[in-house]
């Protein structure tokens, strides 16, 4: 293994694509007659296909979840918890991780060419609804003979994968992880969506989402789209401790160009940001979010919503997350104690708002460690 | 009076200009050599001239505070709080609100014409500071011959002026009154000024400020900018009782036009602002805000800053106001008792976030009421 590589690292890890012919049924109306899945897996898959875990991602998030690429030195977006002996053990587990419909990094999405026109779909993308992609995730379990997750696991947008995952396929998956997340979006959460989604649409290089036939990219909609959401996902009192009022300089210059270091940090994150992520995707994964509501089919009672649901649940917030606060968590908590589930909750004091979900904060990563020892057992692995 | 308006009115108001030309040295070091002012009055000035209320305004704020201009059906922006009985009561105070320089409502600022150029100044306009906004009011006051106010008080970036006031002209006021306002803004606060700003000129109708002479208005930059000022001026709780995740229309269009109410609202009030405020005003009033941090020169000792106020202070703040909360204007109070001075807090339950200041919530007109009331008493008016 190379040097930088850490000892509790997966490694080395190589992306897989799965084709698939058979046409989804989204649950806009529109049909994708085939797509193609890019994922990533690490550890062992057992014999009687018992232990494998699926990784849902957030907004920004991808299929490479652990461990690096060659040649990359940083590794994946959960690295801090998915490797051997790490919470999610890949000595005991067999983790699976997508990059979902509508991605932007390998799997059928705006980007990818439209068998129908020969050119890159871009906004002609059939939106994707967190139900759609449950869906595109069961058949990529079929396709690899899982009949049954040992888990179903996410943070943020990938938790409402999770907790959909818990009635949709409530027989494929024996516990459920919904982490810093929320049973559907405020008012608030909406509208910063739409802030960032204005902006990218307004963009005179968006060209009505067709803008890689034009060969351009609507950067500066994309850059205040993410400027804004990291705003969303750091807290107050991180980014004082982080930043401050510190500036650049030793003075103030009287200019616009950024002066106080958190200015600077967010152009650095914008500019990254847009260079790499397509912008139809991020239209997309926000639509996706703003429409996430199960219990709308259920008379507006999540408890009832979730009544089908037979796997036991772990449901973890983070005290500064002001994005999906902890009350947001304690909604599904409270839904699941009412439709007399096995639930397992967690609030996790941090400084670091949303964003803590990522890190390995130390009672985050013992009772995440705690709780999937738990699944081991019980699940005999 | 027209029928529309109400008997609680200061009724019909016309705003008169007031020009210097004694050059004013701004704190970046630049000289406005001569400059307007535009200013509204409610209210009689008494013989002494001893019942003098200075408004100082918010970001996107202006001189007309009260009362009705010709053809109007909206009164001015704190017409809730000024007008006769009401808690700043113009049968007792004579209320004086100005533009501030730099502004886009007739005071000198970026779409004024420079002398120099005799092109509108545009980015050329120099950046004002609060300390400079402060100077340029005493000498409006002197203009009116007011010695000495009997409160200067003002909300959010307002109640930063008002602040400076008690220490930059300690004998100019008797009473000063800060609401919902901060000491200094945090890193968020900076950032999400920084948002709007990257948002503004990052937008090509910008033209490094000099839109005016190209016909041009960075509309769509500072739609986005408005739009986001908006979401952080209320509240989670706010928004949700007020939209909650209502649609415009019966079902989900799956598509990218605003579909959920509180995308509509936000829209509207992006649009309305982005044709009649100025981009550069936006730009030069988010940087005042930016840069105010008067315990800077004291040692970072807000109390030490303080120390040489003469007047008494009047504090409040509101429950859900996230841009400022509670504890920001704790930080001010606490330094003020530190400093020995007498001052008044209350912390007002409210839902309405940082909009708050502006609304008549019962207990905020109360106390405010109150409080004025003992300020016309002990100074006899």
């Given amino acids: 293994m190379p040097q930088h590589i850490p000892s509790d690292s997966v490694g080395i890890v190589t992306p897989q694509v799965a084709k698939f ?12 007659s085939s797509y193609e899945i890019v994922y990533e897996t690490y550890g ?11 990784i849902c991602h957030a907004l920004s998030g991808h ?69 759609d992609w449950v869906e595109s995730q069961a058949r990529l379990a079929d396709y690899l003979g899982i009949e049954k997750f040992a888990a179903v696991i996410g943070g943020s947008l990938g938790g409402m994968q999770a907790l959909r995952w818990s009635f949709q396929y409530p027989d494929r998956l024996s516990y459920c992880g919904v982490i810093a997340s ?82 600077s940090y967010l152009h650095y994150q914008g500019e990254k940001f847009s260079t790499t ?21 259920s008379d507006n009672d999540l408890a009832k919503c979730l009544a089908p649901a037979n796997s036991k649940f772990f449901v973890v917030s983070f005290t500064t997350d002001w994005r999906f606060s902890p009350e947001r968590s304690e909604e599904i908590v409270d839904a699941l104690v009412e439709a007399d589930k096995d639930v397992t909750y967690a609030c ?14 130390p009672r985050y990563v013992k009772i995440f460690t705690a709780y999937m020892n738990r699944v081991a057992k019980e699940l005999n692995l």
Avoid at 348 to 361: Q, R, T, V, Y
């Fill in 21 to 32: 012919d058979t046409p989804l049924e989204l649950r806009s109306g529109k049909v994708l």
């Fill in 44 to 54: 062992e898959l057992n014999a009687n296909k018992s232990n494998a875990v699926l």
């Fill in 182 to 263: 929320a049973p559907k979006l405020s008012a608030q959460n909406i509208a910063f969506n739409e802030v960032a989604r204005n902006a990218i649409m307004k963009d005179p290089e968006f060209h009505d989402g067709h803008y890689m036939e034009k060969n351009a990219i609507p950067k500066t909609g994309l850059m205040t789209a993410r400027m804004l959401a990291h705003l969303t996902y750091l807290s107050d009192d991180a980014m004082g401790e982080k930043f401050g009022r510190d500036l650049k300089t030793d003075e103030i210059k009287y200019g616009y160009k950024p002066e106080f270091q958190v200015e």
């Fill in 63 to 131: 299929h490479h979840a652990a461990g690096f690429h060659e040649g990359d030195k940083k590794p994946g977006w959960w690295d801090s918890c998915i490797g051997p002996g790490k919470a999610i053990d890949t000595n005991r587990f067999f983790v699976l991780c997508l990059n979902n419909l509508g991605g932007c990094h390998g799997s059928t999405g705006p980007t990818s060419i439209n068998p129908q026109t020969n050119k890159p779909y871009g906004s002609d993308f059939p939106m994707v609804r967190v139900r």
């Fill in 277 to 297: 992520f397509d912008a139809n995707t991020y239209l997309l994964m926000t639509k996706a979010l703003d429409y996430f509501d199960p219990a709308q089919y």
């Fill in 348 to 361: 996790i004091e941090s400084e670091k708002g949303h964003d803590a979900f990522l890190i390995p904060i």
